[in-house]
């Protein structure tokens, strides 16, 4: 069993940077791949980014790609969002996922484990 417990949301300003945090515990990370996904008002829960195992391959959603970075450290048992230039779309809960197969999915179902979330909000 794996237990994920995210920080670091908070409210900031159009423009702006956070930095999320999600530590695991239960299970080293460095045999899962790590995910981040995004839950706003009214909407369904979304991909964001993902990162393999190693560290060395990431993806990102389109909305995110060029904003947000997705980073690990195994040695922590720690996943990292760093989230640059927010916008008031990106507001919303933001959840850490873990996944225990191989390959770097966008798909919710393929997660065994996820975290309680934490909230961002981004004002205009």
């Known amino acids: 069993q794996v237990q994920l417990v995210e920080s670091g949301g908070g409210l900031v300003q159009a423009g702006d940077s956070l930095r999320l945090s999600c530590a695991a515990s239960?299970?080293?990370?460095?045999?899962?791949?790590m995910g981040w996904f995004r839950q706003a008002p009214t909407k369904e829960r979304e991909f964001v980014a993902v990162?393999?195992?190693?560290?060395?391959?990431?993806y990102y959603s389109d909305s995110v790609k060029g904003r947000f970075t997705i980073s690990r450290d195994n040695a922590k048992n720690t996943v990292y969002l760093q989230m640059n230039s927010l916008k008031p779309e990106d507001t919303a809960v933001y959840y850490c996922?873990?996944?225990?197969?191989?390959?770097?999915?966008?798909?919710?179902?393929?997660?065994?484990?996820w975290g309680q979330g934490t909230q961002v909000t981004v004002s205009s």
């Open positions: 239960g299970r080293t990370i460095s045999t899962l791949t």
């Open positions: 990162i393999d195992r190693s560290g060395y391959s990431t």
């Open positions: 996922a873990a996944d225990s197969s191989f390959g770097l999915s966008q798909s919710l179902r393929r997660y065994d484990y």
